[in-house]
């Protein structure tokens, strides 16, 4: 009996790690997906609607530690990051993009915190806003830090940035609503 017990253990534990790799490199790819931006060096990337998701299906903690996985592979100078910018390994946490990067775990606990295995819809859409709110928290504290000045911060890191963020909520909410009960039952 206690065999299957221990059996049943090590199954559940090589999924979950599984899922945060999987979240980690969902991450990655979404960092491919780059458009550069006039008037701001932060491109606008798939990346924060992938960290929502993953932080909405894994849950608060698996999703965080995937993003802590995910950063750690971009320190380490995996080329997890966005292409465009053109910062390697670790200085890519002290430049303009950095305070987003470094809000993902956050954001992802946060979401997987709200959004529930049966969250409504409603409860799910607070969850994504709660954790754009905190990636575009870092990224206007990091990029106020550089520039010494929170107006213009705004300007180059969330203003050109609110449309694409509508469309990602529109997006992300009814998949959410619908996976993350199957997803999380699996987990």
Do not use: C, E, N
């Amino acid at each position: 009996m206690t065999d299957i017990a221990l059996g049943v253990r090590r199954a559940a534990l090589g999924v979950r790690v599984l899922a945060v790799v999987l979240g980690a490199l969902v991450v990655a790819l979404a960092a491919q997906v780059s458009v550069p931006l006039p008037g701001t060096p932060v491109p606008m990337t798939l990346q924060p609607m992938a960290v929502l998701l993953v932080g909405g299906l894994l849950g608060a903690r698996l999703g965080a530690v995937s993003l802590i996985l995910y950063l750690a592979m971009g320190a380490a100078g995996l080329p997890v990051f966005t292409p465009t910018v053109p910062l390697p390994g670790i200085t890519r946490l002290l430049g303009p993009t950095g305070g987003y990067l470094l809000a993902y775990p956050i954001a992802a606990y946060v979401v997987g915190s709200i959004v529930t295995y049966r969250a409504p819809w409603q409860r799910v859409a607070y969850g994504v806003v709660a954790g754009l709110v905190l990636i575009h928290l870092g990224g206007l504290a990091q990029m106020a830090i550089l520039t010494g000045s929170l107006p213009g911060a705004a300007q180059l890191a969330t203003g050109p940035f609110l449309l694409g963020d509508l469309l990602k909520l529109a997006l992300l909410v009814p998949v959410l609503t619908r996976l993350t009960p199957t997803v999380r039952a699996r987990l």
